[in-house]
């Protein structure tokens, strides 16, 4: 059915229809639902995928034939870095292989370029007058609040769907205290935008006033298609190599939401003498990564082939979730001009843009309702979108029902909001 923009309704129109809508959700309070759109998870079933690791691994020695029980090996295991590597189309002397988490990665960076400089600073961070970051919005909220946290001032550049928006970066680093910028080049957190070859070429050759600029590239989503169409990422550490930069990026990844999200084997990627920088520090904080979790997803996996093979199972998990989540919006407010949401082709999230103003509003409603939604403004640094339009919608954790349930909800909330919004002219 082709509907008609609201903004083209009469008043009266408007009028009437607002108590249609305000009916459809006095019934779906009346419901008392319980449900919850909000982070990023795998569902149960997903981590039943993986639950063969927890019988692995079936031996202590790595290939080498050292005791993965003991202290040591400080970049991890050798077959663990080679699958990563393959999986992110760098060499295998990039990579590091460490414990559960590629944020606390992000985080060991961060402080050491702030507490002693990289291998190209002028100084430690934390002795400028000011640090800054570039953060393509909207984007992933720990991130941002791990800046906060750090004290690095956040400076937004638009994400458009083939990566951070070029001009808006190159206008800003020119500006000595801009270190560096945040990019999540597939599937990105939230919009599911892929940073095309293009896009990542320019990154990576721009000139940067800052000598130790970083790009902080968080290829979290790498494997993580939700077509049969298995998206390469741009070879960041090629391309910065290339242009004459190679210690321009660093590189994450884990198997967070590929094996167990809170059991996982994160990897860090980049330049020898970043990697050496890193391992450095690194051994003042650690004797060795925990080898045993390595060997165990290395014996589950074998290959990176085998982690292909199984992101198709999780696919065939989450997609009909993505599938429902579509439907619910088309259905309840295409042609309405009150909502743009994005379509997905791999990643964790779904990305909508209500109508201005109105994101906080939708957000409340559905709360009411019994459906949590992450709060209006959080993929934007300190929270705050400065249209209040957008929202962050997380299908993978429910079960289908429920999504099904949650998400013709959200849609009641989306046209109620821009309704009273509408009429309150
Ligand atoms: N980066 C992005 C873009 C993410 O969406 C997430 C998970 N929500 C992470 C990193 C977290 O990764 P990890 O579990 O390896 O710390």
Redesign the pocket.
């Known amino acids: 059915s082709s509907a008609t923009p609201l903004s083209a309704l009469s008043a009266d129109d408007l009028a009437a229809r607002l108590t249609t809508v305000r009916a459809a959700y006095d019934e779906l309070k009346a419901r008392g639902l319980k449900l919850d759109l909000t982070?990023?998870?795998p569902g149960s079933d997903q981590l039943d995928l993986s639950n063969d690791l927890l019988g692995l691994p079936s031996s202590y020695r790595d290939r080498s034939g050292a005791d993965v029980r003991n202290y040591g090996g400080l970049e991890g295991l050798a077959e663990m870095r080679e699958i990563f590597a393959d999986l992110l189309g760098v060499d295998v002397a990039s990579v590091v292989c460490g414990g559960?988490?590629?944020?606390?990665?992000?985080h060991q960076v961060l402080t050491a370029l702030l507490l002693k400089g990289g291998p190209d600073s002028p100084r430690p961070w934390s002795q400028e007058p000011v640090v800054k970051f570039i953060c393509p919005v909207p984007g992933?909220d720990?991130?941002f609040t791990m800046l906060a946290e750090l004290g690095i001032e956040m400076v937004s550049v638009p994400m458009n769907a083939d990566g951070p928006d070029v001009p808006a970066v190159r206008a800003l680093v020119d500006d000595p205290a801009v270190k560096g910028m945040w990019v999540?080049p597939t599937y990105?957190?939230p919009t599911g935008a892929v940073c095309s070859a293009e896009v990542a070429a320019e990154l990576m050759a721009m000139p940067t006033a800052a000598p130790d600029f970083r790009i902080l590239w968080?290829n979290?989503?790498a494997v993580h298609h939700l077509t049969d169409v298995e998206t390469k990422s741009a070879d960041a550490l090629g391309l910065a190599a290339a242009s004459g930069h190679p210690n321009r990026p660093i590189m994450?990844?884990?198997?967070?939401?590929i094996t167990f999200?809170?059991a996982?084997v994160?990897a860090l990627a980049a330049s020898a003498e970043n990697k050496a920088w890193y391992l450095e520090r690194l051994g003042f904080a650690a004797i060795g990564p925990d080898k045993v979790n390595h060997l165990r997803h290395v014996e589950f996996f074998d290959d990176a082939d085998g982690v292909r093979d199984h992101m198709r199972k999780h696919r065939d998990l989450i997609a009909p979730k993505f599938t429902a989540v579509e439907d619910a919006l088309s259905s309840r407010l295409a042609g309405l001009g009150i909502a743009e949401w994005t379509v997905p082709t791999g990643?964790?999230?779904v990305n909508l843009d209500v109508l201005d103003g109105t994101a906080s509003r939708v957000v409340q409603l559905a709360k009411e309702a019994g459906i949590a939604l992450t709060p209006a403004g959080s993929a934007f640094p300190h929270g705050n979108d400065p249209r209040d339009r957008n929202i962050r919608l997380a299908p993978t954790f429910p079960v289908l029902d429920e999504v099904q349930a949650a998400m013709a909800g959200v849609a009641v909330c989306v046209e109620l909001a821009a309704l009273e919004s509408l009429t309150r002219g």
Request: a positive charge; zero cysteines; charged letters at 15%.
């Open positions: 982070r990023g998870k559960n988490s590629s944020l606390t990665m992000m992933y720990r991130h999540v990105a957190n968080d979290a989503y994450f990844a884990s198997t967070s939401k999200a809170g996982g994160a990643g964790y999230f």
